[in-house]
């Protein structure tokens, strides 16, 4: 991509998109950022007091599903790029509330191709569509997902982003329209709303709450820093093949209740707790419906043809990440208040 041009950014407030944002308003001085985001109960402005007054950097309150704004928009910014991340992200909640995730990820999406059809830059731009490693399904003990790996997704959420990713492949094929997909797995660090598993067991922890863990705790996932996600986003928006999908994982596979003795252990360390006792705040709770088994991501592709590859290893990246909610308190405190407690109590009262 050439200089000066101007990149819409979806989703800029919440976990990884802030990450992302801040990276390209950093990095880039010649491109104008524009961060589009409704903030929901997930986005949060309180991520980016370090860059909402550069020069570079346009933040946008708005919806991607309301049709005629984005279509606004568009006609005035006629925005040579868009990176987007904007979706509901949550597999519980999607189990919650499915047409909310029908409605922001699929409607959403397609909203956005249809603008950036009539109003982008279609000849030297690109519509990069950031998606998940769920979308292929579950894995048994053994295999990594691919790039050619089926679609067979299980959840609303996964379903969702499915069907998403392939909006964004018929755009390309039907209407010529430059797209990029990459498929991801699990992410953690800094500024994670805390109802995924990092940060709410960080959170419960470090208030003494009882650890809700599904099932018997023996699901893995695939944990990638969000630094590295987002330097994976950068390497794949400018030199990534048009029409081209690339897995990103952290190579990083843990069951899930491993991963909670460790938070727990290195939680005791750092609250001078004796050892052993955030552990015993751990409950076994009734599992999540239709809760995937295990994902694993090869993300090959990526590494030999662009030259990406992790850079942190996870005990450093966790503990960096455990030591910035322990300083972040207010941060965890204004998002974990209000809204938040009634979700708390749908979700893991009577489990
Ligand atoms: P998040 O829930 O933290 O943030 C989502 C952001 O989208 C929020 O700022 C929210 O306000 C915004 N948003 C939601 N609905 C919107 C709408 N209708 N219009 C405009 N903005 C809206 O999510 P995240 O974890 O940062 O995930 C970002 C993207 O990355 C998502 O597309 C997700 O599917 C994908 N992804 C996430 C992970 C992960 O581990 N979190 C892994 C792989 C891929
Ligand atoms: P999550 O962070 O919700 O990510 P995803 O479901 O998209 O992989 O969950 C990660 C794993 O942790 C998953 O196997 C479900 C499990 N989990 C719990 O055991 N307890 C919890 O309270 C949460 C939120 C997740």
């Not at 909203?111 to 894995?139: P, R, W």
């Amino acid at each position: 991509m050439n200089n000066q041009k101007k990149i819409l950014i979806t989703g800029g407030a919440g976990f990884i998109g802030s990450h992302v944002v801040r990276r390209f308003v950093k990095e880039y001085p010649q491109y104008s950022i524009f961060n589009l985001d409704k903030l929901t109960y997930a986005g949060n402005l309180e991520n980016l007091t370090d860059i909402e007054n550069a020069p570079n950097y346009t933040f946008v309150k708005g919806d991607i599903t309301d049709e005629v704004f984005i279509a606004e928009l568009f006609e005035k910014h006629k925005f040579d790029g868009v990176i987007h991340l904007a979706a509901e992200s949550h597999v519980d909640r999607s189990i919650l509330f499915p047409l909310e995730f029908l409605k922001t990820n699929i409607l959403g999406t397609a909203i956005l191709l249809e603008a950036f059809k009539k109003f982008g830059n279609i000849s030297n731009g690109l519509f990069y569509h950031i998606s998940t490693d769920e979308v292929y399904g579950e894995l048994e003990n053994e295999g990594k997902f691919v790039e050619t790996t089926p679609y067979s997704p299980n959840s609303p959420y996964s379903a969702s982003k499915a069907s998403s990713d392939h909006f964004v492949r018929a755009y390309h094929r039907t209407f010529g329209i430059p797209v990029v997909v990459s498929n991801c797995s699990n992410n953690y660090g800094s500024h994670q709303f805390p109802e995924k598993l990092i940060p709410l067991f960080i959170n419960n922890i470090q208030n003494n709450l009882p650890l809700p863990v599904y099932g018997k705790g023996v699901n893995v996932r695939d944990w990638l820093w969000v630094e590295d996600h987002a330097r994976a986003i950068d390497v794949i928006f400018h030199k990534g093949k048009i029409g081209e999908t690339y897995n990103i994982g952290g190579n990083n596979e843990w069951k899930n209740i491993d991963l909670v003795h460790l938070m727990c252990k290195l939680m005791d360390e750092k609250l001078a707790r004796k050892p052993h006792s955030s552990e015993k705040l751990i409950t076994y709770v009734k599992d999540r419906a239709g809760h995937d088994f295990r994902y694993a991501i090869d993300s090959t592709k990526l590494m030999t043809e662009l030259g990406w590859k992790p850079s942190v290893n996870f005990e450093q990246g966790l503990s960096k990440t455990i030591d910035w909610y322990l300083n972040n308190l207010q941060w965890l405190n204004n998002v974990t208040s209000g809204a938040y407690k009634n979700y708390y109590k749908v979700q893991y009262s009577n489990r």
